[in-house]
């Protein structure tokens, strides 16, 4: 798909390949997430991480990659650092030693911290200016660029007969701003609605799909 000018590929697994720049962008891992609920008591599915770790290596595996991005909230909250979470995260870090990993702050990461300098991630502010389009978290408009971002998990409800009801992680693509869907296993998300101008293109388990 085109946006602004450059080549994306919006994939199925809620990320964006873009070949041009041998770069997959996700928004909204949110590690360590369901680790904090469970601290506080609370009845969440365990293997989140593990499942976000096997994700990423496969898209890494499939497109040919120099650089991962990662459009804010990589850890969920403080407690995330020092924890079991960041163990498995620096052990799938090793098996990658030659990609460049960049995260651009959001919300939770100014909270959380930055990730500990073992990852050998790169961490900057948005926004970060490259080609036709600036990465950022949040969903702000730029004055000469579009804006890739995340931080609200956008969702799309399709309703059938009945009260038959399927809700979607899906990508918003406006005029100014391109919202990706949260990439993170246990995230949640914020049902939206189609408004002149937006396109949105549904991430299903068998594939990306515009609405028409």
């Known amino acids: 798909m085109n946006v602004a000018g450059a080549e994306l590929w919006l994939l199925a697994e809620k990320a964006i390949y873009w070949p041009a720049e041998r770069a997959l962008l996700v928004a909204d891992a949110h590690f360590g997430k369901a680790a904090v609920y469970r601290a506080l008591g609370q009845p969440v599915p365990h293997g989140t991480t593990a499942s976000n770790l096997a994700l990423l290596d496969r898209l890494l595996a499939r497109h040919d990659c120099r650089e991962l991005i990662f459009l804010g909230d990589f850890l969920h909250g403080p407690a995330a650092q020092g924890s079991?979470?960041?163990?498995?995260v620096a052990a799938w870090r090793a098996g990658h030693p030659g990609l460049r990993i960049i995260l651009i702050r959001g919300n939770h990461d100014?909270?959380?911290?930055?990730?500990p300098a073992s990852l050998a991630m790169e961490v900057a502010n948005e926004?970060?200016?490259?080609?036709?389009?600036?990465?950022?978290?949040?969903?702000?408009?730029h004055p000469t660029h579009h804006v890739l971002a995340g931080h609200l998990?956008?969702?799309?409800?399709?309703?059938?007969r009945g009260r038959q009801?399927?809700?979607l992680p899906c990508y918003c693509l406006g005029e100014q701003?391109?919202?990706l869907p949260a990439f993170g296993a246990f995230t949640g998300g914020f049902a939206v609605q189609r408004k002149p101008g937006m396109r949105l293109v549904l991430a299903a388990p068998e594939g990306v799909f515009a609405l028409p």
């Open 127 to 141: 926004p970060m200016l490259r080609g036709p389009l600036a990465l950022r978290h949040e969903p702000a408009p």
């Open 165 to 167: 009801r399927l809700r």
């Open 110 to 115: 100014h909270h959380a911290g930055d990730p």
């Open 177 to 179: 701003v391109t919202l």
């Open 84 to 88: 079991a979470t960041l163990e498995a």
């Open 153 to 160: 998990h956008p969702v799309y409800l399709l309703t059938g």
